[in-house]
Nanobody, 123 residues
Framework: QLQASGGGLVQAGGCLRLSCVASGRTFSNYGVGWFRQAPEKEREFVAAISWNPSHTYYTDSVKGRFTISRYNAKNAVYLQMNSLKAGDTAVYYC??????????????????WGQGTQVTVSS
């Protein structure tokens, strides 16, 4: 099971840190991604981190503002979001898959999803 948290309401330019915590499994050997879905839009890739080694990937619109990291001892992956914009408003989902090599940017390649956390950025 994945538990996503940390969303909320923030003003433009503010920051939030999302957490994705795994229960019942060792997160250290999973690829983990964050996706988001705004109203009436398709779910889109935001960021991902592979498990060995920990390479990171970002969609262009968040590069330089968002940072994904993992803390294996806590079975957690974090998404630090800085300089938030109104366009970042969405429900954010974390996803995971225990596989050495897969397309971490493709939602269809993940097999486990968290419940989503709402991020609202006011302009």
């Amino acid at each position: 099971q994945l538990q996503a948290s940390g969303g909320g309401l923030v003003q433009a330019g503010g920051c939030l840190r999302l957490s994705c915590v795994a229960s019942g499994r060792t997160f250290s050997n999973y690829g983990v991604g964050w996706f988001r879905q705004a109203p009436e839009k398709e779910r889109e890739f935001v960021a991902a981190i592979s498990w060995n080694p920990s390479h990171t990937y970002y969609t262009d619109s968040v590069k330089g503002r968002f940072t994904i990291s993992r803390y294996n001892a806590k079975n957690a992956v974090y998404l630090q979001m800085n300089s938030l914009k109104a366009g970042d408003t969405a429900v954010y989902y974390c996803a995971a898959r225990r596989a050495y090599s897969f397309d971490l940017t493709a939602a269809s390649d993940y097999d486990t999803w968290g419940q989503g956390t709402q991020v609202t950025v006011s302009s």
